[in-house]
């Protein structure tokens, strides 16, 4: 059985940072496109960020580029994501996703939720 489960989520101010974890068991992580994709009340899913199962640097979108870093650790089979400079528009569930979220969002976990307000 396919499981992701997030972790880490909270309340922080803007300017804050806040790491999350996403669990990953049931299917062959270390060699699975992975991604880190949110979804604010009223709009649609944001893919956020993509790792691929080797070296090559994840992809980052344009909203999130130089203050969100994704990583992965095959032993542990968890994926990570480090927020820093938090925006308001933050704002969202977030949720790992095996997929690699610019073509489709695949199994995702039940999400974390991460709120910025003053």
């Known amino acids: 059985e396919v499981q992701l489960v997030e972790s880490g989520g909270g309340l922080v101010q803007p300017g804050g940072a806040l790491n999350l974890s996403c669990s990953a068991s049931?299917?062959?992580?270390?060699?699975?496109?992975m991604s880190w994709v949110r979804q604010a009340p009223g709009k649609e899913v944001e893919c956020v960020s993509v790792l691929y199962p080797t070296l090559q640097s994840p992809y980052y979108a344009d909203s999130v580029k130089g203050r969100f870093t994704a990583s992965r650790d095959h032993t542990e089979k968890t994926l990570y994501l480090q927020l820093t400079s938090l925006k308001t528009e933050d704002t969202a569930m977030y949720y790992c996703?095996?997929?690699?979220?610019?073509?489709?969002?695949?199994?995702r976990g039940q999400g974390t939720q991460v709120t910025v307000s003053p």
């Open positions: 996703s095996w997929s690699d979220c610019r073509q489709s969002i695949g199994t």
């Open positions: 049931g299917f062959p992580f270390s060699i699975a496109m």
